[in-house]
């Protein structure tokens, strides 16, 4: 008979899992700091040695990294997902921001289906309240603050959509964003007549993941990217008119 003795659970194993799980699932992010040796004992109701064995074990295994003097961290798995000559090649190639933007219409539009049909009532409060900073941003006049809640919005509707190979490429994706590899989002927030559009995309997106309606949200999202596209295509097309420009008033005056 293919039966085995049951063997009980190392505590250090139990507390292993746990911390696995919170990373896996996007709970624990990278480069976040973990508590404290003796808070995170008391709060996981281990003894430290059985803690130690278990930081140690995911330390091996790279999920976690200590820094002197500073505590333990979620190690930054991210940027494991493109090499160093492959995030160089997208940011010298036009070709690759709008392919970037053709797949995160994709991928998204399948999240925000699967969000408003999957999501928690929390996590669709999570939506709801990043989107009212959005708006309260956007009253401000705050470029910067509209472009960093923007990628806060969009990932907790991928947060929301429940699948962790998603949740992980997508946080990856987004983290070269926010370094300006693809395009620099501040510039789109910059223009008032953008920035409204930009708001009222993103309201209509919001609204239709709060009434649950898959195909309505995906459609949003969909369109939204669509503009983004378009406008970042348009603001690329200025920006070489110009050069052109100057070119032509520098050589008019030295004649």
Same mark, same amino acid.
């Given at each position: 008979?293919?039966?085995? *003795?049951?063997?009980?659970? $190392?505590?250090?194993?139990?507390?292993?899992? /746990?911390?696995?799980?919170? !990373? #896996?699932?996007?709970?624990?992010?990278?480069?976040?700091? #973990?508590?404290?040796?003796?808070?995170?004992?008391?709060?996981?109701?281990?003894?430290?040695?059985?803690?130690?064995?278990? @930081?140690?074990?995911?330390?091996?295994?790279?999920?976690?990294? %200590?820094?002197?003097?500073?505590? !333990?961290?979620?190690?930054?798995?991210?940027? %494991?997902?493109?090499?160093?000559?492959?995030?160089?090649?997208?940011?010298?190639?036009?070709?690759?921001?709008?392919?970037? @933007?053709?797949?995160?219409?994709?991928?998204?539009? #399948?999240?925000?289906?699967?969000? =408003?049909?999957?999501?928690?009532?929390?996590?669709?409060?999570?939506?709801?309240? @990043?989107?009212? *900073? +959005?708006?309260?941003?956007?009253?401000?006049?705050?470029?910067?603050?509209?472009? /960093?809640?923007?990628?806060?919005?969009?990932?907790?509707?991928?947060?929301?959509?429940?699948?962790? !190979?998603?949740?992980?490429? +997508?946080?990856? +994706?987004?983290?070269?964003?926010?370094?300006?590899?693809?395009?620099?989002?501040? +510039?789109?927030?910059? /223009?008032?007549?953008?920035?409204?559009?930009?708001?009222?995309?993103? &309201?209509? @997106?919001?609204?239709?993941?709060?009434? &649950?309606?898959?195909?309505?949200?995906?459609? =949003?999202?969909?369109?939204?990217?669509?503009?983004?596209?378009?406008?970042?295509?348009?603001?690329? $097309?200025?920006?070489?008119?110009?050069?052109? =420009?100057?070119? &032509?008033?520098?050589?008019?005056?030295?004649?």
């Amino acid at each position: 008979m293919p039966f085995q *003795k049951v063997q009980p659970e $190392k505590l250090s194993d139990a507390v292993t899992k /746990q911390i696995e799980l919170l !990373i #896996l699932r996007g709970i624990l992010r990278p480069g976040e700091r #973990l508590p404290s040796e003796r808070e995170l004992s008391e709060r996981l109701g281990v003894s430290r040695p059985s803690l130690r064995e278990a @930081i140690s074990d995911l330390q091996d295994r790279g999920l976690l990294s %200590s820094r002197a003097g500073s505590g !333990i961290y979620v190690a930054e798995v991210l940027g %494991s997902a493109f090499s160093d000559a492959l995030v160089k090649l997208f940011a010298s190639h036009q070709e690759a921001v709008f392919d970037y @933007i053709s797949f995160r219409r994709d991928m998204e539009g #399948l999240a925000a289906e699967r969000a =408003a049909r999957l999501g928690s009532d929390t996590d669709l409060q999570v939506v709801q309240t @990043i989107f009212e *900073k +959005m708006e309260a941003a956007h009253s401000k006049r705050n470029p910067a603050g509209e472009a /960093q809640l923007d990628a806060d919005f969009h990932l907790a509707i991928i947060e929301a959509s429940h699948n962790v !190979i998603m949740l992980h490429m +997508m946080r990856s +994706m987004y983290q070269l964003l926010r370094e300006g590899v693809f395009y620099n989002r501040q +510039m789109m927030f910059r /223009q008032r007549t953008t920035r409204d559009t930009l708001l009222n995309q993103h &309201r209509d @997106i919001n609204t239709a993941l709060q009434a &649950r309606d898959p195909e309505g949200a995906r459609a =949003a999202v969909e369109a939204h990217l669509d503009y983004v596209r378009t406008t970042l295509f348009d603001l690329k $097309k200025s920006e070489r008119n110009e050069q052109i =420009a100057k070119q &032509r008033f520098d050589h008019e005056q030295a004649r």
